[in-house]
């Protein structure tokens, strides 16, 4: 029996594509790995990784409610792009290129690969579209090519039911229709998103866990933090701003959801105003206190009914893409993946870091932070259209200098 994705867009799914019709919603993730293969046999691995997930084998279209579905497309090649380069290569610029170049949901595929050749090592890059995948998906994705590239068999998934159909939500049914539904035009603009990335020594990683936990609060909480006051030193515009900080919320575990390539997050913004009486673990404690609850199905009920009360029910594509205008103005997004949660030694290849995700928002000043833990080393990058110079270093050296400080409290802060 052929595993075919064949759908109508969940609440969150419709939204990403909608928010890419207005600016790219594209994101990458980087895999350094020592050791190299050759590029057919990568080749292969990426065609065996294919078969596994069925969303890498659909495109996006409209049906006759006028409503962007799941289709699944036979014989679907997902591009290859092979770099040979020196051992310094800076892998980051094959990032900036792919941001740079849409993806066309209406032909698919979703996905696009460049591996990175260097003397002895290579840098696996994922390119994907936000409709159909989030970044724990470009990492289960690594695992998968790896897997498959060393000689182990990929067992087949199910196609992935969106999760509003998880959460036995019902079905879009346009109530009101339009006589034309309009006809959606990708944006062809030019952008340069630029990418810088910064690999934690094992050391500061784990000083870094320690202290969280001392202090009550997360290492996501303390980057939150550390992002924070970096960004208002060093963009000093921003001092006096009331800052609002998106996170991604992955739903996999509130959801039990299996490893499928597909797109299983909400996200949560808290509110920061310049609040200098504040220490930098009482920051990083209002970041965590922030995103209380989110890991649940109650939470992911209510945040799909928000969008599913702005996309759902009708085919009006414009009346959704202004109400979508005013969605996502925030200044700084963190998106956590958290750790590896894999072996990371492949046969004659090992996965030593993992990269991003490396998200484009496409409003423009926002600074987007990926991290990602690796063989117990924090990995941060920044993407943006207009980075703020030397915001990563800056970043480690807060994080640095505060878990140096004498440990004041243990007790959880309370904020009103």
Known sequence: MKKQQNRTLGAFEKTFWLLDQIDSKDFCLAA???????????????????????NLSVKVVLDKLGRPALQHVDN??????????????????????ELSVRFNTQEGPLL???????????????????????????????????????????????????NDETLDLPEDLPAQTVDQVLELKMKTDIVNPLVSSHRFSEIVTHNLLERARQENTSVHGAICAAVLMASRKLRPEWDETRMELVSPVCTRGALNLDDNFGLNITTQSVFFENQRYLSFWDLARLAKAGLA????????????????????????????????????????????????????????????????????????????????????????????????????????????????????????????
């Not at 350094?32 to 080749?43: A, C, F, M």
């Not at 679907?76 to 290129?97: F, M």
């Not at 159909?132 to 897997?147: A, F, K, N, P, V």
């Not at 996965?351 to 932070?369: C, D, F, H």
Request: glycine content about 6%; hydrophobic content about 40%.
């Open 32 to 54: 350094d790995i020592s050791g190299t293969q050759p590029v057919e046999k990568w080749r292969n691995a990426i065609d065996l990784a294919q078969q596994r997930h069925p």
């Open 76 to 97: 679907l090649h997902i591009p290859l792009r092979v770099v040979h380069a020196e051992q310094n290569y800076r892998w980051e610029q094959e990032v900036e290129k």
């Open 112 to 162: 696009r690969v460049v591996l990175v050749q260097k003397t002895d090592s290579t840098v696996l890059i994922l390119a994907a579209n936000h409709t159909i995948s989030d970044g724990t998906s470009l990492s289960y994705l690594t695992r998968d090519i790896l897997l498959a590239i060393t000689g182990n068999e990929l067992a087949l998934l199910e196609p992935q039911v969106s």
């Open 293 to 416: 609850g989110t890991s649940s199905a109650e939470y992911t009920t209510g945040y799909l009914s928000f969008f599913r009360d702005l996309v759902f029910g009708h085919n009006d594509v414009q009346q959704m893409l202004d109400a979508l205008k005013q969605a996502f103005n925030h200044h700084i997004m963190v998106t956590n993946l958290v750790r590896v949660r894999y072996k990371t030694d492949f046969g004659p290849l090992k996965l030593q870091a993992l990269y991003g995700p490396m998200v484009r928002s496409g409003k423009g000043m926002e600074q987007t932070i990926g991290a990602l833990t690796t063989n117990g080393s924090l990995c941060l990058t920044n993407t943006s259209d207009t980075p703020i110079p030397g915001l990563l270093l800056e970043i480690e050296q807060i994080l640095e200098k505060a878990c140096e400080e004498n440990v004041v409290t243990k007790t959880a802060c309370s904020f009103r």
